[in-house]
């Protein structure tokens, strides 16, 4: 069994800062590309950022410039830090990630998502 944790959301003030995290846990032999993505209300899931595992990193033209993807590899984590945050950036943020298990099977997992809410 795989999952994936995030943790990080709050409510924040525009033009502040955020930092989630997303926990990799369970029969893991390998991680492959990992990535941050949301879901606002009434709209379809987004990618925000990705990251491969030489540290390649790809983000949608509306974050570039104020989120930062990274990852700890030793300890199984991905980052998102999030920078002059704006009401836009309201979502439910979720984590994914390319995994292979010990059942010799590359799947791609999703964390259960934690809430962004940016407003004054």
């Known amino acids: 069994q795989v999952q994936l944790v995030e943790s990080g959301g709050a409510l924040v003030q525009p033009g502040g800062s955020l930092r989630l995290s997303c926990a990799a846990s369970g029969r893991i032999v390998s991680i492959n590309n990992m990535g941050w993505y949301r879901q606002a209300p009434g709209k379809q899931r987004e990618l925000v950022a990705t990251?491969?595992?030489?540290?390649?990193?790809n983000y949608v033209d509306s974050v570039k410039g104020r989120f930062t993807i990274s990852t700890d590899n030793a300890k199984k984590m991905v980052y998102l830090q999030m920078n002059s945050l704006k009401p836009e950036d309201t979502a439910v943020y979720y984590c994914?990630?390319?995994?292979?298990?010990?059942?010799?099977?590359?799947?791609?997992?999703w964390g259960q998502g934690t809430q962004v809410t940016v407003s004054s």
């Open positions: 994914n990630g390319a995994i292979l298990d010990v059942s010799g099977t590359w799947r791609d997992y």
């Open positions: 990251i491969t595992s030489v540290g390649g990193t």
